[in-house]
């Protein structure tokens, strides 16, 4: 078919005018769920990102369609790109289908804390190639999307924030040590961060060197405070 300027200025209207819609109609979607609705941050940003993703594939069909472009004559690029993923792309193809199914499936979530690869932190985005992970240190660490689909992952905050603490301490050779037990369980007992169910439990592990190790074991619920915490039960 024949273009003529009429068609390419189309065709640069519908890039412009899909451009700032990408960019801007997901925000505007987001405050609205926000507004209207009770979904978590992580279902809001599921929703915002595939609303993106839609409407760049429907710019890219309308561009087709207003060039007169078809299956006959874009299959050579459709085979093309079929040999380039054999040969190299398939690291950045099996990324961006892992990074759909972490939208759809959310094994993680924005605002999930996370472990991968002994990394902890808090995960700020998901994007189409890497998700990013901000560290402790407010360092950012990009992670190829394939690495939450095949490798091993620990979600903190997947299903349910409640948390462990270990405290453990050495008291001296001759000691009471039911007293130390039960001074131990009144700290945290008295603690008004520290879950009554589970109960906490302390147990006397072992014999040191230079002292006798026990362990206070108690839940918290929810990761908030959970350094304080360990420092006023250390206190």
Known sequence: LPVTVADVLLVLAIFIISAIAARNLPALLEILLLQYTEMSSGSRYTVTTLTGYVITAA????????????WSQVQWLVAA????????????????????????????RVGDIITIGGTTGTVSRIQIRATTIRNWDQQELLVP???????????????????RLVVTVGVEYGCDTRKA????????????????????????ESFGDNALTLVLRCYLGSLDGRLATITELHE
């Open 145 to 163: 999307n394939k690495e939450f689909i095949t490798g091993e992952l620990l979600n903190w905050t997947l299903s349910d924030q409640t948390n």
């Open 181 to 204: 037990m039960a001074l131990l369980a009144e700290a945290a007992r008295e603690h008004p961060r520290v879950l009554k169910e589970p109960a906490p439990l302390i147990s006397f």
């Open 59 to 70: 710019a890219f069909l309308l561009i087709f369609s207003t060039l007169g472009l078809s």
């Open 81 to 108: 790109l079929g040999v380039g993923i054999g040969f190299g792309l398939q690291e950045i193809v099996a990324n961006f289908i892992s990074g759909l199914i972490i939208l759809f499936e959310r094994p993680v």
